[in-house]
């Protein structure tokens, strides 16, 4: 088919001017221009418009401020349900020792009652008194911890502190003086005493110690006990249910040949002593946790006090001396607290990098992709 | 540091300098419009694509990349747009159950004016409409004012050999039409 308005030339197929002329004015815009000016005040742009992106540094610093206040919250909270886990899911070989029941000689001879419940398996009493404690309300599984503090202190005048010490105990409370003992004379007098004070003031009454003469040593100490009050109160809570088991057996089996009757209460009365026996241990270590000891070692101390400050520059120098040791403190404490939200919190922030990363790269991947346009597909 | 006045309107508009903009249309708004009415065949859906065109640079100015020239970044925008104007119609036809015949939206009353005013370029309009979207956008890039082969091939993201010979393809379909018009 041959048509003379196009024809072959040395670019290829040309064609005549008629034609191109139709094909640019297919393309020729004559109305008028200005579609832009719609384009500035539409809706959809306008969210877009005047965004200035706040400087990168800035953003980061932000988000590093934020990140560092995430941790710094959560790991008191994680520390304290790693603490509050320990407790509350105490493992089954450390308890299972208590739970022994009924003696083997009354396990055969309850055999012969089918009343009697199937043998409660320890990890089922542990959860079972959890349960009990959790529909009750209760905390669960308080941590039970016997108090130690030993302090020893060095005064000119070891009587006066040894009466004052005394007087330190709150005798509505319940505390008292275990033991005391006054020996020496002059350069080697030495007072020592043995206080029982609510484990909850341990820390009220040795600052109060503390301030009736130099502190030459301290110490202070925990023994968690809190396995053993579990123990006791599961082996309790058993030997009762027992007991009441036994006693309906007997209300029940009152025809019961006399030897049986007899076996019975021999059991009865076993089971009591076994519920006496730990309602003792179990007052005993309630008494040792609700009431902490503190050991006082008064020594004498007949050096020369020291001197107190004398005049207004005297008095400023100490108070600089002591803002500058407090400063020091308040320095360490926050090098302290900045090393360990680092270091305590390294997992987290790896994981805030890597999330901060690859949203820093999806964002340039984005704004790469707004900002260019794909070739048209044909 | 670039010394291409589009890329520093772009800047001067990112800055929030809205006379930019103005200018950069100034520049190429005239053929980007053109372009649109040759794809679309219709002058207020031509302006709708090239108001989107510019509701999008607006968005965007501040992250242009600088990867192509403004301008292949716009004629891009608009043809892209056109394409999608142009396959939503069709469905819309489609389902409207429209015959082949009638899928060309009727060009607006200026427009047939002006083709009823001159036959032939009205038949190579007609005839232009019957090839494909690739043959049709090439042709427009082709002919259209200010362009030459080397940016309509940046725009389509080709090589300059692969636009001529597809350029060549274009003709020859479209003399093909022309012809079974004039000697049937």
């Known amino acids: ?378 | 540091m670039t010394t291409d006045p589009d890329v520093l309107l772009l800047k001067r508009f990112s800055r929030g300098e809205d006379a930019a903009l103005g200018e950069l249309a100034l520049r190429h708004e005239r053929g980007l419009l053109g372009l649109a009415m040759g794809m679309l065949g219709d002058s207020d859906l031509a302006r709708d694509a090239v108001q989107e065109m510019w509701v999008r640079v607006i968005r965007s100015a501040a992250h242009f990349q600088g990867q192509s020239s403004v301008k292949t970044w716009l004629y891009r925008i608009v043809i892209n747009r056109c394409l999608d104007m142009r396959a939503a119609r069709r469905r819309d036809m489609s389902q409207a159950g429209m015959a082949e015949g009638e899928r060309f939206t009727p060009l607006d009353i200026n427009t047939l004016e002006r083709a009823e005013a001159d036959e032939g370029r009205a038949r190579v309009r007609s005839a232009v409409q019957r090839l494909s979207d690739g043959q049709q956008i090439v042709l427009m890039l082709s002919y259209h004012d200010g362009m030459t082969h080397e940016i309509g091939a940046e725009v389509l993201g080709i090589p300059v050999g692969t636009f001529k010979s597809r350029l060549h393809g274009a003709l020859v379909a479209l003399r093909e039409r022309l012809g079974a018009e004039v000697l049937p």
């Open chain 1, 1 to 378: 088919m041959s048509d003379e308005r196009f024809n072959e030339g040395g670019e290829g197929l040309e064609v005549s001017g008629d034609v191109a002329a139709a094909l640019g004015a297919m393309s020729r815009w004559e109305g008028e221009v200005g579609v832009w000016k719609a384009a500035v005040g539409a809706p959809a742009a306008s969210p877009f418009r005047r965004t200035r992106r706040l400087p990168t540094w800035v953003t980061a610093l932000a988000a590093m401020l934020v990140f560092a206040g995430l941790i710094g919250i959560m790991l008191p909270l994680l520390g304290k349900s790693r603490a509050s886990a320990r407790v509350a899911r105490p493992s089954s070989a450390a308890a299972p020792e208590v739970f022994k029941r009924v003696p083997a000689s009354d396990q055969s001879f309850l055999a012969g009652f089918s009343s009697v419940p199937a043998a409660v398996t320890p990890q089922r009493e542990l959860e079972q008194a959890s349960s009990e404690r959790s529909s009750a309300g209760m905390p669960l599984l308080q941590r039970s911890v016997i108090r130690k503090a030993t302090i020893e202190l060095k005064t000119p005048d070891v009587r006066a502190a040894f009466a004052k010490a005394a007087q330190v105990l709150s005798e509505a409370s319940g505390e008292y003086v275990q033991e005391s003992s006054l020996t020496g004379e002059d350069k080697s007098l030495q007072a020592t005493m043995t206080l029982r004070v609510e484990a909850s003031r341990l820390s009220a009454v040795l600052n109060q110690l503390r301030a009736m003469g130099a502190v030459v040593s301290e110490t202070s100490g925990g023994e968690d006990v809190t396995e053993q009050v579990v123990d006791i109160e599961a082996r309790l809570h058993n030997e009762q249910r027992v007991e009441a088991e036994l006693l309906g057996l007997m209300e029940s089996r009152k025809d019961a040949p006399l030897k049986e009757i007899l076996e019975l209460r021999d059991s009865i009365s076993r089971v009591r002593e076994n519920i006496e026996r730990m309602s003792g241990q179990q007052a005993k270590l309630s008494r040792l946790v609700s009431l902490a000891t503190v050991l006082v070692i008064i020594r004498s101390d007949l050096s020369e006090p020291e001197p107190l400050p004398q005049g207004i520059a005297d008095y400023f120098g100490k108070q600089v001396q002591r803002a500058w040791q407090g400063g020091l403190g308040f320095l360490a404490d926050s090098v302290a607290f900045i090393i360990s939200v680092v270091v305590g919190g390294l997992v987290f922030w790896l994981l805030g990098a890597v999330v901060v990363l690859g949203a820093v790269l999806a964002r340039k991947r984005a704004l790469a992709r707004r900002g260019t346009e794909t070739a048209p597909r044909l």
